[in-house]
């Protein structure tokens, strides 16, 4: 959808490393969810994010939404090859609903 | 179940065919929401219900799909007369509600539908 869009496209990185995956939206979003999909699965659900400011963190994995709410950064540190995969981030325009998903980072990260 | 189940996880039609996609939710989630996904289109939004009520049909690309809930449980998308471009990921998704935003949805495993 051009309301949201992730940048890279795709992303290959040596293990170990820390990598960024954006997500911009043209209009403030209600909420701000992270997906992460392996190839054939369906999507697991890592995060959302509501309030500017806001930032959270599972294990090795933190998400950020910027003050104005229309954009958000997932960030990995110390990247292994159990996060590979694909990070979709869907936004929430209606304070509830259907999520617009943005078109997705493939991640491959290298042994 | 403990999380959102779909049948059949593949699924090869010949074209003109009409098909079956099945969503049986988490238990206790009001809220069901289809889903698609396709190379070039991504993943695109198709209709949802709260209870066996369906609100919002928008994403529903043609009349030949349609779907319902009954119970409040159990969906099924219809697609009549299938055509080469309906080939993609058919996911469902639900949620405890659909009024709040706070209500994260959970995705199935998806039904890779192929059309030859």
């Known amino acids: 959808s051009q309301e949201l869009e992730q940048s890279p496209q795709s992303l290959i990185v040596q293990e170990g490393k820390n990598l960024t995956i954006n997500c911009t939206s043209s209009?403030?979003?209600?909420?701000l969810y992270w997906y992460k999909q392996k190839y054939g699965e369906g999507l697991i659900f890592l995060m959302m994010l509501q309030k500017g400011g806001e930032e959270k963190s599972h294990e090795k994995i933190t998400a950020k939404l910027d003050e104005k709410k229309q954009q958000s950064s997932l960030h990995i540190t110390a990247s292994q090859p159990s996060h590979a995969g694909i990070y979709l981030c869907?936004?929430?325009?209606?304070?509830?609903?259907?999520?617009?998903f943005g078109q997705g980072t493939e991640l491959s990260v290298k042994p | 179940g403990a999380g959102v189940s779909q049948s059949p996880s593949n699924k090869v039609t010949e074209k003109g065919k009409d098909v079956e996609l099945r969503c049986d939710p988490i238990s206790g989630h009001t809220a069901l929401y289809w889903y698609r996904q396709s190379l070039g289109q991504g993943l695109e939004f198709l209709i949802y219900?709260?209870?066996?009520?369906?609100?919002?049909k928008s994403g529903l690309p043609s009349d030949r799909f349609s779907a319902e809930r009954t119970g409040g449980s159990v969906s099924t998308l219809t697609i009549q007369r299938t055509q080469q471009e309906d080939s993609a990921v058919y996911l469902c998704?639900?949620?405890?509600?659909?009024?709040?935003?706070?209500?994260?949805?959970?995705f199935g495993p998806g039904t890779r539908l192929t059309v030859l």
């Open positions: 998704a639900s949620s405890l509600a659909y009024t709040r935003s706070t209500d994260t949805q959970y």
């Open positions: 869907g936004a929430d325009y209606n304070q509830g609903g259907k999520l617009i």
């Open positions: 219900f709260q209870g066996n009520s369906a609100p919002d």
């Open positions: 209009k403030t979003l209600y909420g």
